[in-house]
């Protein structure tokens, strides 16, 4: 089993970004620093070497760290070769598809445009992590900035595609937002009920809904449920292509 433990830290408004590290040889990644001090600190804390920082995507909200980061502990920045310019103090450039090694795991990045043209996310193969950005929320998905509804399809169909168990890390807290939608088309979803219960309980307590599982989005998350005849047909989008029931409900959410 992977001994690399994850960090949520909670930045801004409603932004998550995570610290991956090795306890042992307390080497660590940042993903998506939104600001730095909460991060600092956390790194100061646990007296952690961190060497990289992993960008999903170039928005504010997501490299606001950056460069202060970079200054302070010497760290290398990775994202995507075909956003680099967009992506404050980036050093190290990588292209889709292309796996990079870290404490005994292998990083694969994945690309994946619809909220930005430039978006990618990262699949911890052995720990089973993947960090998604703003591709897939629990219980949602992003909204198309850069890109079309077709290119957020096939993205946030790659991420579906992940082994169940693999732990889904996204960028905010939506998911009480995104459950009143769900709720809204897919009522009758007994997994969906059930899980309803949990957020509300983790939210009463002050809690992260996040990490969440391919398997219980596959459940719940409505964006990844448009084979699904039940929603279709309260669409009114009866025998249908999935990627039309995406496109609509992304229309839909944008204006709920």
Do not use: W
């Not at 961190?50 to 202060?68: F, K, P, S, W």
């Not at 994202?79 to 796996?99: M, S």
């Amino acid at each position: 089993m992977s001994q690399l433990k994850v960090n949520l830290i909670k930045c801004l408004s409603d932004n998550y970004s995570y610290i991956i590290f090795n306890p042992n040889s307390k080497k660590a990644i940042i993903v998506d620093p939104a600001e730095a001090k909460p991060l600092v600190d956390v790194v100061n804390k646990l007296n952690l070497n961190l060497e990289y920082i992993l960008i999903t995507h170039h928005h504010e909200d997501h490299v606001g760290g950056n460069i202060e980061l970079k200054n302070k502990f010497n760290c290398k920045i990775i994202g995507y070769a075909d956003d680099a310019n967009r992506i404050p103090g980036i050093d190290i450039t990588i292209k889709d598809k292309e796996i990079f090694n870290f404490e005994d795991d292998e990083i694969q990045l994945n690309f994946s445009p619809g909220h930005t043209s430039g978006h990618i996310f990262y699949y911890f193969k052995k720990s089973k992590l993947a960090f998604v950005g703003d591709v897939v929320f629990s219980l949602g998905c992003g909204r198309i900035f850069e890109g079309n509804s077709n290119d957020m399809y096939k993205s946030v169909m790659k991420i579906k595609s992940l082994p169940n168990e693999v732990k889904i890390f996204c960028g905010h807290e939506y998911t009480e937002s995104n459950l009143k939608f769900c709720l809204a088309y897919d009522e009758n979803n007994d997994h969906l009920k059930q899980r309803a219960t949990e957020v509300k309980d983790l939210r009463n307590k002050g809690l992260p809904t996040i990490p969440t599982t391919v398997l219980d989005e596959k459940n719940t998350n409505i964006f990844f449920r448009c084979n699904d005849k039940a929603i279709s047909q309260k669409l009114g989008l009866e025998g249908q292509p999935p990627e039309k029931v995406f496109k609509k409900l992304r229309e839909l959410k944008d204006n709920f």
